[in-house]
Nanobody, 115 residues
Framework: VQLVESGGGLVQAGGSLRLSCAAS????????MGWYRQAPGKEREVVAL???????NYSDFVKGRFTISMDNAKNTVYLQMNSLKPEDTAVYYC??????????WGQGTQVTVSS
């Protein structure tokens, strides 16, 4: 499975961005997809996950602000980010897991929120 992210950039605090991640390759084996992020000097952390069946999970720090969704026909997962804060600044990575518990990662896209 190959994952390609797009949609990162620079935005002011309070603004919005939408990240996209298109999957290709053995997409039939994908069980779930999602987003992680890594800020400078910090460990990578989960942001939001969504199963093929549409079940979502969010980390507490994004609940009410971010929305994850998936277009199964396009093999694409989205992350709508609203009310962005400077502490949301990080490299955001697309993630997928297949039915064999194998993980795949995108190359990452930078999100910078200015105060």
């Amino acid at each position: 499975v190959q994952l390609v992210e797009s949609g990162g950039g620079l935005v002011q605090a309070g603004g919005s961005l939408r990240l996209s991640c298109a999957a290709s390759g053995s997409v039939f084996s994908i069980n779930s997809m999602g987003w992680y992020r890594q800020a400078p000097g910090k460990e990578r952390e989960v942001v939001a996950l969504i199963s093929i069946g549409g079940i979502t999970n969010y980390s507490d720090f994004v609940k009410g602000r971010f929305t994850i969704s998936m277009d199964n026909a396009k093999n694409t997962v989205y992350l709508q980010m609203n009310s962005l804060k400077p502490e949301d600044t990080a490299v955001y990575y697309c993630y997928s897991e297949n039915y064999y518990s194998m993980d795949y990662w995108g190359q990452g896209t930078q999100v910078t929120v200015s105060s």
